[in-house]
């Protein structure tokens, strides 16, 4: 990645591997299970097995854990757009990165 990029971000990415549900606009018939390369307070980037067109509105969950959360894990619905997808060429897995627009906590986490 290279300078002018990084300087675009806004918030601190964190590393983490989280299994993610994923469905798109797309009208996909049921989720993607992917999971996460890294996650902050507006956005993330999961690696799935299927491309998702850029621009499109996506829905995702995930489970926060007590290393980020300091207390216990917590389940969070986010929704957003994709903003890019790129090729990985690792096991035909493609990294989706996605703006939050909206979120909620849910309950019985």
Known sequence: M???SEEKRSTRRFPLKLPVSVS???GATKPLTAHTRDVSARGVCFFADAAIAS???VE???TLPPEITL???I???CKGKVLRVEDTGADGKRAIAAVIEDYEFLAGS
Do not use: I, K, Q
């Open 75 to 77: 389940r969070v619905r």
């Open 60 to 62: 995702f969950t995930l």
């Open 55 to 57: 621009g499109s509105g």
């Open 71 to 73: 207390t216990e894990s």
């Open 2 to 4: 290279d300078e002018a």
């Open 24 to 26: 798109s606009e797309e």
